[in-house]
């Protein structure tokens, strides 16, 4: 990469953090471009270079966060038994319920995301990151046998990231977000086990 690159992406990157920390504690229509060019100590002609307006800076920030957590329901499903695609699941799904107790991934992706993008693009993301996830663990729970074998995989995947979205909602809202967060895994577990043969 090129210097010249590798500054253009370093500008790109700094913007990205300073708009994340601003939507985090502020959320987004209360910081303004300016406040984010100054905490990224960068610019506003930099800014539109690698973004059209604030709603695009806005887009990156959500799909950054949509990576990690990707990236940590991958790791914890990694660390799962093999042997056990049930426990790999549920595995994944306390781990999205517990990035929900963090506020810039919780206040960004939860409550700000389907207001800012709309809800059809902000879950074109949220399929886009997960429901791959969930349908892969779906599959490999009902080819193991774990889960009854006329479930429709498909629409089920679907359904149980609908009820992480709205498990996770619950968790940002609530004053006391760990004891939400409890409740929340114990019923979402419950009706997965429910669905065992």
């Not at 990469?1 to 370093?10: F, G, P, V």
């Not at 695009?56 to 990694?78: K, P, S, Y």
Request: aromatic share 4%.
């Amino acid at each position: 990469m090129s210097r010249q690159a590798e500054k253009s992406e370093a500008t790109r990157a700094n913007l990205v953090a300073a708009a994340r920390a601003l939507f985090a504690e502020h959320g987004y229509a209360a910081v303004g471009t300016t406040e984010i060019v100054d905490r990224a100590g960068s610019s506003r002609g930099a800014m539109y270079h690698h973004f059209k307006d604030k709603k695009e800076l806005f887009r990156a920030v959500h799909e950054q966060i949509q990576q990690e957590l990707i990236e940590r329901v991958t790791l914890a499903l990694a660390e799962a038994d093999p042997a056990d695609p049930l426990a790999a699941l549920e595995a994944g799904l306390r781990t999205f319920l517990l990035v929900c107790l963090e506020q810039d991934k919780a206040r960004i992706g939860l409550i700000e995301a389907p207001a800012v993008l709309g809800w059809r693009e902000w879950r074109d993301i949220d399929e886009k990151y997960a429901l791959g996830l969930v349908t892969a663990g779906v599959e490999a729970g009902v080819a193991a046998g774990a889960l009854r074998a006329d479930l429709p995989v498909h629409s089920l995947a679907h359904l149980i990231l609908a009820a992480l979205g709205e498990a996770g909602l619950l968790i940002a809202g609530s004053p006391d977000p760990e004891s939400a967060r409890t409740e929340a895994e114990h019923a979402i577990l419950t009706l997965l086990n429910g669905l065992r043969p």
